[in-house]
């Protein structure tokens, strides 16, 4: 029986951990979420000697390798407890997704049913995000300093986001979700769109 791998992107502030969090809490006998970054810090946790490899480079600031980013993913998806398998924040770069493809070529026991896009306008992202700063900070913060965090990461998502976007469209897997509207119409969506292809 293979695994059913749904990947999730989206921009800073899209939701995209939310919805598939609420997803994958409605469903948890068949569904099963897991967001990059968490995998990461749960490897390190877990005292495993890969999680003390990541440990290494995530203490000293830097970027943790491409070959184990994937290799969490895989092991979380081999271990995974159900079928279904949602993973948000991934791929985050054109060389991310060319290494997943190439495993997912050579494994019969993942199939990747979709990638999923939530989309949100920029000025939607800038919103969501600066507003959460100003909230958390109450006015203590200078906003063009938080505008200046929100403006690196929005770049580090967009500028491989084309490219991306082509590689799954052209497998036909790409499906955009309007990430604009009430979560409980987003999650909704997103829900719909999963069980329609499990």
């Known amino acids: 029986m293979s695994k059913k791998l749904f990947l999730i992107i989206g921009a800073p502030g899209s939701g995209k951990t939310t919805d598939a969090t609420i997803i994958a809490d409605r469903n948890r006998d ?5 967001s990059t970054g968490d995998m990461l ?3 390190v946790a877990s005292g495993s000697e890969l999680g003390k490899e990541i440990d290494s480079y995530i203490s ?7 070959n ?14 159900v079928d279904v398998i949602l ?3 991934y791929p985050r770069s054109q060389e991310q997704m060319v290494e997943l493809d190439k495993i997912l070529k050579d494994s019969s026991d993942i199939d ?5 896009e939530v989309r949100v306008s920029e000025d ?4 969501r995000i600066l507003g959460r700063v100003a909230e958390a900070k109450e006015g203590e913060a200078r906003s063009d300093d938080n505008e200046e965090v929100f403006k690196k990461r929005m770049k580090i998502y967009t500028d491989p986001l ?7 469209e052209d497998k036909k897997i790409l499906h955009v979700i309007d990430g604009e509207r009430t979560l409980d119409e987003v999650v909704e969506d997103m829900e719909k769109f999963i069980k329609s292809k499990i």
Do not use: C, M, N, W
Request: aromatic share 6%.
């Open 60 to 66: 000293k600031g830097a970027l943790v390798p491409l």
């Open 68 to 81: 184990i980013i994937v290799d969490t993913i895989i092991s979380a998806i081999d271990s995974a407890p």
């Open 87 to 89: 993973i948000d924040g």
């Open 112 to 116: 990747l049913k979709s990638v999923i």
């Open 30 to 34: 068949e569904i099963v979420h897991y």
């Open 41 to 43: 810090r749960a490897e």
């Open 162 to 168: 084309p490219d991306i976007q082509k590689f799954y």
């Open 124 to 127: 939607v992202a800038r919103e």
